[in-house]
C-alpha cells in the first residue's frame, strides 16, 4: 500500500532553518505530483507548496515564496521542503501529500481534496 513518511521538522528560533523531507512508497513516485500542506489545531489545513510529476514545476503559497524551496529526487522517492527564514506564524503540523490525478486545472492542485495519500505529519515550531 500506498505510504509517505516525514521526517524532521522539531523547533527552531525565528530566523532560522528546518529542512523536511517525505519518503514514498508503494506508488510509482515520478507519476506522482506531491506536496506540502500544514495545518493549525482548529484550522483547515493550508497549501504550502508543490512539485509536479511531470515537469518538476513549483508553486508556493506567496507567504513562503522567497524562503521555502521543495524538491524530489524520483530515485529516491523523496519529496523534500527545505524552510528558512522561519517566522513564528510558520509554526504547525506540516503534512507530504500525493497525487496521481492529471489534466486538471492548475488551481486545483493547490487544494488538500486533490490529494490521495498523506503522511502523518511532522512538527515544526518556531519561536519568537
Known amino acids: 500500500q500506498v505510504q509517505l513518511v516525514e521526517s524532521g521538522g522539531g523547533l527552531v528560533q525565528a530566523g532560522g532553518s528546518l529542512s523536511l523531507s517525505c519518503a514514498a512508497s508503494g506508488l510509482t513516485f515520478s507519476a506522482y505530483t506531491m506536496a506540502w500542506f500544514r495545518q493549525l489545531p482548529g484550522k483547515e489545513r493550508e497549501f504550502v507548496a508543490n512539485i509536479r510529476w511531470s515537469t518538476g514545476v513549483t508553486t508556493y503559497v506567496d507567504s513562503v515564496k522567497g524562503r521555502f524551496t521543495v524538491s524530489r529526487d524520483n530515485a529516491r522517492n523523496t519529496v523534500s521542503l527545505q524552510m528558512d527564514s522561519l517566522k513564528p506564524e510558520d509554526t504547525a503540523v506540516y503534512y507530504c501529500?500525493?497525487?496521481?490525478?492529471?489534466?486538471?486545472?492548475?488551481?486545483?492542485?493547490?487544494?488538500?481534496?486533490?490529494?490521495?495519500?498523506w503522511g502523518q505529519g511532522a512538527q515544526v515550531t518556531v519561536s519568537s
Open positions: 501529500a500525493a497525487t496521481p490525478k492529471i489534466y486538471i486545472g492548475p488551481s486545483s492542485y493547490l487544494e488538500s481534496d486533490t490529494y490521495d495519500y
